[in-house]
């Protein structure tokens, strides 16, 4: 959101399928695929750790 992105856009900046970043922002994908998060942090320019909730393990993007 800070950035503005749509999740399409999101989706081709990082080539994970837009599907599943809306599945992972809605919390239907609780524990998505570490090879997913590590293309969306190196997209949107922040460690892994930082989408990560530290309380629940979830990924908030």
């Known amino acids: 959101m800070e950035k503005g992105w ?7 900046k990082s ?4 599907p599943t970043i809306s599945e992972i ?8 695929r570490h090879e997913s998060i590590r293309k969306l942090a190196k997209a949107l ?13 979830i990924i908030t993007l």
Not at 45 to 57: A, K, P
């Open 15 to 18: 080539g994970v399928p837009q």
């Open 6 to 12: 749509t999740q399409l856009m999101l989706s081709e």
């Open 25 to 32: 922002e809605q919390g239907n994908r609780k524990y998505p």
């Open 45 to 57: 320019g922040v460690d892994i750790e930082e989408l990560e909730d530290e309380n629940e393990d």
